[in-house]
């Protein structure tokens, strides 16, 4: 009986995120949604039978299919696909003592990235080459941040040993990246580390930093690395920062690496991140795609020397 009832709010809930997301991927094309947001919880129905434009037309179609797929089956992946929704958006308060609870992270983290890391809907391409495809999405948050969605592929020339091996090696990546004020390890426990990476200001943005656990998990000729930002009460960097600035918050951040020749690899990046900007996704999205071709460029460079 309870499973049933979670159940049930399970679908609710999902069919109300369809609507925040809808009412979000819209915004942009000026659509104006107030008046089926304001209630939306108490009165979804009737509001939903109020308005008969087109735009709600479509948008019915949309829970209509949805509901269809509704069946107790779907049910699981349902809820599934919530918990790692709030898997992303939480971010963990933990102490450097815990690494257990780490690992687990990393764990989790590793699923959720399997999980999402094909899902393409509501992305656009911008970029479509051989060895480059990048695709960027926006979702606003409450306090009207754009949370920037990032996919992107990429090759290199070396093995995933040589790669994990540069990653590691933080002094190496500050000397590559101009941005970059400060690089440092704070824990190292096998294949997890906690990181502290603190950027100086770029173009639009003022100094950004983050606290994030990376973990990785190696699979025959495949391997996994996530970051995940987390909160660590009193936390210090070595270096500390001459200006002011803001903590901004990984998601979550993956990369799933694959040996496709003797020495070649494919590097597919999911990157989900709260910048804490609030400037309009037309502002920054080709910007983005320009930093991660000049990150790819100075990798490619690197194991090409
Ligand atoms: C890999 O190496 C080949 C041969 O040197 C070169 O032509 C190619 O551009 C390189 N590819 C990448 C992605 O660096």
Same mark, same amino acid.
């Given at each position: 009986?309870?499973?049933?009832?979670?159940?049930?709010?399970?679908?609710?809930?999902?069919?109300?995120?369809?609507?925040?997301?809808?009412?979000?991927?819209?915004?942009?094309?000026?659509?104006?949604?107030?008046?089926?947001?304001? /209630?939306? #919880? *108490?009165?979804?129905?009737?509001?939903?039978?109020?308005?008969?434009? !087109? +735009?709600? =037309?479509?948008?019915?179609? @949309?829970?209509?299919?949805?509901?269809?797929?509704?069946?107790?089956?779907?049910?699981?992946?349902?809820? /599934?696909? #919530? *918990?790692?929704?709030?898997?992303?958006?939480?971010?963990?308060?933990? !102490? +450097?003592? =815990?690494?257990?609870?780490? @690992?687990?992270?990393?764990?989790?983290?590793?699923?959720?990235?399997?999980?999402?890391?094909?899902?393409?809907?509501?992305?656009?391409?911008?970029?479509?080459?051989?060895?480059?495809?990048?695709?960027?999405?926006?979702?606003?948050?409450?306090? @009207?941040?754009?949370?920037?969605?990032?996919?992107?592929?990429?090759?290199?020339?070396?093995?995933?040993?040589?790669?994990?091996?540069?990653?590691?090696?933080?002094?190496?990546?500050?000397?590559?990246?101009?941005?970059?004020?400060?690089?440092? @390890?704070?824990?190292?426990?096998?294949?997890?580390?906690?990181?502290?990476?603190?950027?100086?200001?770029?173009?639009?943005?003022?100094?950004?930093?983050?606290?994030?656990?990376?973990?990785?998990?190696?699979?025959?000729?495949?391997?996994?690395?996530?970051?995940?930002?987390?909160?660590?009460?009193?936390?210090?960097?070595?270096?500390?920062?001459?200006?002011?600035?803001?903590?901004?918050?990984?998601?979550?951040?993956?990369?799933?690496?694959?040996?496709?020749?003797?020495?070649?690899?494919?590097?597919?990046?999911?990157?989900?991140?709260?910048?804490?900007?609030?400037?309009?996704?037309?502002?920054?999205?080709?910007?983005?795609?320009?930093?991660?071709?000049?990150?790819?460029?100075?990798?490619?460079?690197?194991?090409?020397?």
């Amino acid at each position: 009986m309870f499973r049933i009832y979670s159940c049930i709010r399970q679908l609710l809930i999902s069919c109300l995120n369809i609507f925040k997301y809808t009412r979000v991927e819209n915004a942009e094309k000026g659509y104006q949604m107030e008046s089926v947001n304001r /209630d939306i #919880e *108490s009165n979804m129905n009737a509001e939903l039978r109020a308005h008969e434009d !087109s +735009f709600i =037309q479509n948008h019915e179609n @949309k829970i209509e299919d949805f509901e269809n797929k509704a069946n107790f089956q779907d049910c699981e992946q349902i809820i /599934d696909e #919530e *918990s790692i929704r709030q898997f992303i958006d939480d971010i963990p308060h933990i !102490s +450097f003592q =815990q690494t257990e609870q780490m @690992k687990e992270i990393g764990e989790r983290a590793v699923a959720a990235l399997n999980s999402v890391i094909d899902k393409m809907e509501g992305f656009e391409l911008l970029e479509e080459e051989q060895d480059f495809n990048f695709w960027i999405k926006y979702v606003e948050t409450p306090e @009207k941040y754009q949370i920037g969605i990032m996919k992107y592929t990429y090759t290199l020339n070396t093995t995933i040993d040589s790669y994990l091996e540069f990653m590691k090696d933080l002094q190496l990546q500050k000397s590559m990246d101009n941005s970059i004020d400060a690089f440092e @390890k704070h824990l190292e426990d096998m294949n997890l580390q906690i990181n502290y990476l603190r950027y100086k200001k770029i173009m639009f943005m003022d100094p950004r930093d983050f606290l994030y656990i990376k973990y990785s998990d190696r699979k025959g000729d495949d391997c996994i690395e996530i970051s995940k930002s987390i909160q660590v009460d009193n936390f210090q960097p070595q270096e500390l920062s001459a200006k002011q600035c803001t903590r901004a918050v990984l998601l979550l951040s993956g990369n799933l690496i694959k040996q496709i020749e003797e020495n070649k690899i494919m590097i597919t990046t999911y990157s989900e991140c709260n910048m804490k900007l609030k400037l309009k996704p037309v502002m920054t999205k080709q910007a983005s795609k320009n930093e991660i071709k000049k990150m790819v460029k100075r990798y490619r460079d690197h194991f090409n020397l």
